[in-house]
């Protein structure tokens, strides 16, 4: 069965430093995988995707994510955070060879940065 | 994120109520969902449409009922509910359901059940 895990609940870290948000994937095969981001009172907003090719994939506001097909793992970085980058960040998989319409989503990592 | 719209953004009903949720996307997408979010849990997909044919429907209770006259539009009535069903409710839409596609959502809709 398809499944996602993000380790932490919450992620703190101090303004103009890099951030790591962690995500790591279980699917039968290949994977797709996302990344969202969601501020308060608002839903879902895109930040990144890795379907193939390079495993450094580059998304909105500096966001980027390395796909590690050994580890199953998708980790979101930022070299420097921002503290408007505070949010709850969702990863979320697809599991190319079902052929499903389902998306798998992680429970969600806050992420707090302080000034 | 004003591309997907849903009215009404917080809602308060009583077990024996009917209401509805609205959503509705001004993106051209082919392909609606519904979402449940509650704390501390993965979002979990209710509903799937496409092409206002529903396609999915994950185990979700009568209770919750879909409807989608259009690609545009999609509703969710909801009939006898239980408090357990208070969560956010988030509608998405995409360009069509290819796997690759990303979802854009909506701001969802605060439930409490009381």
């Known amino acids: 069965a398809q499944s996602v895990a993000q380790p932490e609940d919450q992620v703190n870290v101090a303004e103009g430093n890099p951030l790591t948000v962690k995500c790591t994937y279980s699917?039968?095969?290949?994977?797709?995988l996302f990344w969202y981001v969601q501020y308060p009172n608002r839903g879902l907003q895109f930040l990144l995707k890795?379907?193939?090719?390079?495993?450094l994939v580059k998304g909105s506001y500096g966001f980027e994510a390395e796909f590690n097909k050994s580890q199953t793992s998708f980790h979101l970085k930022k070299p420097s955070a921002l503290v408007s980058d505070s949010a709850l960040y969702f990863c979320a998989v697809r599991d190319i060879e079902r052929d499903t319409d389902k998306l798998i989503f992680g429970t969600g990592t806050r992420l707090q940065v302080f000034p | 994120e004003t591309g997907v719209t849903q009215t009404p953004r917080h809602l308060v009903m009583g077990m024996t109520n009917k209401k509805s949720l609205k959503c509705e996307q001004h993106l051209g997408h082919n392909a609606m969902y519904w979402y449940k979010q509650s704390a501390k849990k993965p979002l979990e997909l209710m509903f799937v449409?496409?092409?206002?044919?529903?396609?999915e429907n994950n185990s979700v209770p009568s209770r919750f009922s879909p409807e989608c006259p259009n690609s545009s539009h999609l509703f969710l009535h909801l009939h006898t509910l239980q408090p357990e069903d208070s969560a956010l409710y988030l509608c998405a839409s995409s360009q069509d359901l290819g796997t690759s596609r990303e979802q854009f959502f909506g701001p969802g809709t605060r439930l409490t059940v009381l």
């Open positions: 449409y496409n092409f206002k044919e529903q396609t």
């Open positions: 890795y379907i193939t090719g390079d495993n």
């Open positions: 699917v039968s095969g290949n994977p797709y």
